[in-house]
């Protein structure tokens, strides 16, 4: 993974809330096994709009995108994050992202940046008077600038840490290989296995 | 963690603390131990070449299950996969399993079908247990009270490799719903009502832990059914605690503990429901007294209400976001604030999905429809969650129930509940689903999805427009004698 500190960019204001991960990739495009080339793919029922905002020559070349609450709600899908990168973003900021997706962005190198809903309406404000405006993230000191306004965002210290450093999670956890061999050793009889395949004793239900 | 063993604990807490492989320090997150993952074909093929990339083998093949279901056809499955790019990712998940030494249930296997179907007839989720899954749906298996949580294709990668995950402990939230569901009323009423009142975004960063009579009196399909839609209020997972309903429906099946390790499972998992005095970090109260059948009329599971009602007017919405998204919503629904529901015309109705296609679900939905026909013109789609539950329904009749209303009886995978298979919406289409998101386009690009439980699909199929049994008078005297 990139390291990343301070991304400089295109900032998108998308006025919409609860922008699920099925508007973000709709699930037809998940059938590809490859992890790169989903660009044409990101909002890809709401492109289909002449006027939605992608479309408009003043962010072709975002890296910022700047949502309502409650952005990447829903299905698991990696593809979400995958589909923004591809597209050039390298910072998502909302007030309220979904769990999952948020975990998704920190492992792929996305900074999702949250931002408190006031600042947000500030930072669309700001960048809708003047759309194509460069916004600085800055994540050693954790701030969204755009023009005059410089506003905090949040995010917890190990992705933080993570994403400055450019670390594989992996490769981290694996140093713990001694830890978890130890856990192994003691994990109860009852506990599941799929292997060896048993059948059922009598028929279940 | 010993410490904490003083203190009164969630079950949350409990599986949590018996799954520390080490505890964070200085704001770095637990590492947790998983018991189970669950693999299918979408959200995997990338995590697998990354473990090719690094040359890393999974860990744990023993502690791995794969199966196929989100692109998989409900029709001819003993023909080649039509669509190209789906055949694709069904046979890399064959050459990955073959390859990595994992247990596959493929098209036409008996134990085939939706993961979170599949995971628990198995008899492989049980109480105590961590589950994973690149599947949000993963909640689904909390109903035994297991943590059972999705992860996108970074973590999948992460648990074939480590059979662990890097996590900060989640928060705890208390649902209670206390009372007696009517009859008519069912589990999926339940959690529409749940995720109606606290919103899409109230559950995140939560597990969510049912409690009250009225959990405690559903069936494990019905508290399936719950769990499977905590992701929906944004929840990572969702949790009931086990007592003897969970154990009498793992005894005997194929992957439950036998003999002695029964008896000591049993015994570890009946000290694992929440301690007396143990505190949650946040309480919400249903009463199951006063519930009605429900229904989403939006394009998030959160815009939903009673039946009886009318379709909400945005203008009357205090908060701006949630007026501006029902506005939206409304416009894509092609609705009117102020039209009753009841008189909401559909054009199809899905019976299935991993929320609602389970034995029980498929039997509700055939003591409505029994001896019945399917108003005109209305599609109406019967698809088990698995090719086990297929069989069942075939060996008590079902099937002929439903061929002789007019529905279509299919063969078990996630079918129309997201569009990646054949089975889809036109746009424009307008279903009665009883799976779990009303998303834009989630059936079908410019489909039209309203959520609603077994019981009121099949009253919708009847009538035509979205109704419940008790619009169907014989249908409650029915439910009654019950």
């Known amino acids: ?32 096994v490859t992890k790169t080339g989903f660009d044409d793919a990101l909002f890809h029922g709401w492109r289909q709009d002449p006027d939605f905002i992608l479309n408009q020559p003043a962010y072709q070349d975002a890296r910022v995108l700047v949502a309502g609450p409650d952005f990447g709600t829903g299905s698991s899908r990696e593809h979400a994050v995958w589909a923004l990168r591809d597209f050039g973003f390298q910072v998502v900021i909302s007030s309220r992202f979904g769990d999952i997706f948020r975990g998704n962005a920190g492992k792929q190198g996305l900074l999702a940046a949250l931002v408190a809903y006031e600042d947000i309406e500030r930072i669309w404000e700001v960048v809708e008077a003047a759309p194509g405006m460069p916004v600085t993230v800055d994540l050693v000191e954790r701030t969204v600038s755009a023009g005059e306004l410089t506003v905090p965002f949040e995010i917890d210290d190990y992705t933080r840490w993570r994403l400055l450093e450019g670390l594989d999670d992996i490769g981290l956890t694996l140093r713990e290989e001694e830890a978890i061999a130890e856990f192994e050793q003691h994990r109860a009889a009852w506990r599941p296995t799929t292997l060896p395949i048993r059948e059922p004793a009598e028929a279940g239900n | 963690m010993t410490a904490s063993s003083e203190r009164p604990r969630t079950l949350a807490e409990k599986v949590w603390d ?21 693999v299918h074909e979408v959200t995997s093929p990338q995590a697998f070449d990354g473990l090719r990339l690094a040359g890393r083998p999974v860990r744990r093949p023993d502690l791995t299950i794969a199966t196929e279901d989100h692109n998989t056809p409900t029709l001819d499955i003993d023909k080649p996969i039509a669509d190209l790019t789906s055949r694709t990712q069904i046979e890399t998940l064959r050459r990955n399993a073959a390859e990595f030494g994992i247990r596959l249930h493929s098209l036409g296997d008996k134990e085939q079908g939706i993961v979170h179907v599949v995971g628990p007839q198995l008899g492989l989720t049980m109480p105590g247990i961590t589950v994973v899954c690149g599947d949000s749906h993963t909640s689904t298996h909390g109903a035994f009270g297991a943590m059972a949580f999705g992860i996108g294709t970074s973590e999948v990668e992460h ?62 399909d019905g508290r399936m059914t719950i769990c499977n839609m905590s992701i929906e209020a944004g929840a990572r997972a969702g949790m009931v605690a086990p007592d003897e309903t969970t154990f009498a429906y793992l005894k005997g ?42 229904v989403t009329w939006g394009t998030n599971p959160g815009q939903g209400v009673s039946l009886s009602e009318t379709v909400p007017d945005p203008a009357a919405i205090d908060d701006q976001h949630e007026r501006a998204a029902a506005e939206r919503a409304l416009e894509y ?35 409505i429809v029994a001896g019945k026909q399917k108003a005109d013109g ?17 060996a008590e009749g079902l099937d002929k129930v439903f061929e002789a209303f007019g529905a279509e009886w299919r063969f078990a995978g996630c ?32 489909g039209r999805t309203h959520l609603v439980s077994p019981l009121v699909a099949a009253a919708t199929a009847i009538r035509g427009t979205l109704s419940s049994p008790w619009d169907l008078e014989q249908a409650v005297t029915e439910a009654e004698a019950k």
Request: net charge negative; hydrophobic share 40%; proline share 6%.
């Open chain 1, 1 to 32: 993974m990139e390291k990343i500190s301070t991304v400089t960019g295109v900032a998108v204001p998308l006025r919409r809330s609860n922008v699920d991960t099925d508007q973000i990739i709709p699930a037809v495009f998940l059938k590809r």
């Open chain 2, 333 to 367: 629904m092609d609705l009117r604030p102020g039209v009753p529901l009841k008189e909401i015309k559909v054009d199809a109705v899905f019976m299935g999905s991993c929320t609602n296609s389970r034995i029980e679900d498929l039997r509700a939905f055939a003591s």
């Open chain 2, 159 to 220: 648990v074939l490799a480590t059979q662990t995950l890097p996590l900060k402990p989640f928060k705890t939230m208390a649902i209670t719903v206390e009372g007696t569901l009517r009859p008519g009323v069912t589990a999926k009423d339940i959690i529409l009502a749940v995720i109606a009142k606290i919103g899409t975004g109230g559950g995140q960063g939560y597990v969510l832990e049912y409690r009250g009579s009225a959990i405690r009196a559903l069936s494990m």
């Open chain 2, 253 to 294: 099946r194929a992957h439950a503990p036998e003999g002695d390790d029964w008896d000591a499972a049993v015994e570890y998992w009946k000290t694992l429901p929440t301690d007396e005095g143990a505190e949650f970090d946040a309480e919400v109260f249903i009463d199951a007294d006063a519930l009605e059948p429900f």
């Open chain 2, 415 to 446: 079918s129309m509940c997201l569009g990646m298979n054949p089975d889809q919406l036109a746009p424009g289409e307008r279903c009665a689903s009883t799976s779990n998101r009303n998303f834009e386009g989630r059936q079908g690009k410019g």
């Open chain 2, 378 to 394: 209305v599609r109406v789609m019967v698809v088990p969650g698995s090719a086990r539950v297929r069989l069942e329904a075939e």
């Open chain 2, 18 to 38: 018996d799954h520390l492989v080490k505890q964070g320090e200085d704001g770095t997150p637990d590492l947790i131990y998983i018991d189970l993952h669950l």
